[in-house]
Nanobody, 119 residues
Framework: QVQLVESGGGLVQAGDSLRLTCAAS?????MAWFRQGPGKEREFVAA???????WYWDSMRGRVTISRDNAKNTVYLNMYTLKPEDTAVYYC????????????????WGQGTQVTVSA
């Protein structure tokens, strides 16, 4: 198990940018961000591999970048041009193997950080 703590969420306006941070006890092969909006299933947003290869889901493609700092055991999610439909709890997750975008591949999760985007 990996301990994960997210931070950086908050209330922003549509069009704003925000950076989420995930502090990990250690980084794994794949580090990812998921989100869960009100009344919705938790969905994949982005992931990054140990060699810094990123993957993005269509929901935020072009408006988000993921990065990792192996020296600091930290993963970042930079979000741009936020929309009200981006309102969700954003979760950091860690995996050593499996399908990158599948929830079932990740066995360590943070508590989440709330992002609320007002119109």
């Amino acid at each position: 198990q990996v301990q994960l703590v997210e931070s950086g969420g908050g209330l922003v306006q549509a069009g704003d940018s925000l950076r989420l941070t995930c502090a990990a006890s250690r980084l794994t092969t794949y580090m990812a961000w998921f989100r869960q909006g009100p009344g919705k299933e938790r969905e994949f947003v982005a992931a990054i591999s140990r060699d810094d290869s990123p993957w993005y889901w269509d929901s935020m493609r072009g408006r988000v970048t993921i990065s990792r700092d192996n020296a600091k055991n930290t993963v970042y999610l930079n979000m741009y041009t936020l929309k009200p439909e981006d309102t969700a709890v954003y979760y950091c997750a860690a995996s050593e193997y499996g399908s990158i975008s599948a929830r079932s591949s990740y066995n360590s999760w943070g508590q989440g950080t709330q992002v609320t985007v007002s119109a």
